[in-house]
């Protein structure tokens, strides 16, 4: 008909999902791959990476994405180690189910923390989250029935998983379990960050007061947010806990919670892709630094923090995506 005509809008479809999806898997996957040929005799510390990369893929979430300082989240991680580890001394061994455990217990933990943490702002915040993670450690230290206390919780033995797969001694099972359960989280939160809860959240971190003024229920969705950041936290502890079979005090030390905030900055607050390149960069330097020089590794470690901070002070990430982006101009260019 004359003088009408259709128009067509541009649409995410299914083909842009399945990218979004496609990327971690094959990012991780290949970072798994080369990390398995890089240290095959050493998987034991590969799972343990993986394990500390959640809790800084967790602290990112409160951090990054709320603007919620904290200096206690190593103490959802370590409280869902010790349940996992209790639910498996007391019988449960399926390794999903004590994942399930790991999730809940740090849920839990995440939403009571949350709900003290979050109803301050700045340095009272911050030295409630210590206080929180010191009163988390000295109780796991108290209560020996439980956790073990300074000897540590041990006996931690799972069983196989899907009933098949059983956990090896030289923990490539444990790995390959670890690095699946990773790209699942890592999935789940992108698609997390990007709907309308997680650029709320984002709001509430740029300016919480303009979030306030159009009717944004703040504090509510910070306690939401601290939830899911204990369930991540949460499966961390718990392939700690599998992985090693045993949980110690450090596990939810104050310097756990330190060494995950430095992860952060050096990876870059407020993206997932930092998070995780931060806290893979900081403990393979760590690793292959202490295992060359066991005198003089932390000056080595010191110095990498120093020269990020200067030369990237955004951290690594946005730095290497801001690189990126400026070369894909230039190529675009005739």
Request: aromatic share 8%; with cysteine; hydrophobic share 55%.
């Amino acid at each position: 008909m004359t003088g009408q005509h259709t128009s067509v809008e541009p649409r995410l479809g299914p083909p842009a999902a399945v990218r979004q999806l496609a990327v971690p898997v094959i990012v991780i996957g290949l970072l798994g791959a080369a990390g398995y040929l890089v240290f095959p005799e050493d998987l034991a510390f590969l799972t343990r990476l993986i394990s500390i990369t959640l809790l800084v893929l967790s602290l990112d979430l409160v951090v990054g994405y709320c603007g919620v300082a904290t200096l206690g989240h190593a103490a959802i991680f370590g409280v869902a180690a010790y349940a996992v580890g209790n639910a498996c001394i007391a019988g449960l061994a399926d390794p999903l189910l004590l994942l399930a455990v790991g999730g809940l217990s740090g849920l839990v933990m995440g939403l009571v923390s949350g709900a003290i943490v979050t109803r301050f702002h700045g340095l009272p915040q911050l030295v409630l989250s210590i206080a929180i993670g010191q009163l988390v450690g000295a109780l796991s230290n108290k209560l020996s029935s439980l956790t073990g206390g300074s000897d540590g919780l041990s006996g931690i033995t799972p069983g196989r998983i899907f009933g098949v797969f059983g956990f090896d001694m030289f923990s490539r099972t444990g790995y390959l379990f670890s690095l699946a359960v990773l790209i699942v989280v890592f999935i789940v939160l992108t698609r997390l960050v990007a709907s309308p809860f997680g650029l709320l959240c984002r709001g509430i971190r740029d300016n919480n007061l303009r979030a306030r003024m159009i009717g944004a229920a703040v504090y509510p969705r910070l306690i939401a947010m601290y939830g899911v950041s204990g369930v991540v936290a949460g499966i961390g502890g718990a392939l700690m806990a599998i992985n090693t079979g045993v949980v110690g005090l450090d596990s939810v030390g104050f310097e756990r919670s330190a060494e995950a905030l430095v992860m952060l900055v050096l990876g870059g607050a407020g993206s997932l892709w930092g998070a995780l390149f931060g806290a893979i960069v900081f403990q393979l330097f760590e690793h292959v630094v202490s295992a060359a020089n066991p005198y003089h590794w932390l000056t080595l470690v010191g110095l990498l923090l120093v020269a990020i901070v200067l030369f990237a002070p955004q951290g690594l990430g946005p730095a290497v995506a801001s690189r990126w982006r400026r070369l894909r101009r230039a190529g675009a260019r005739p």
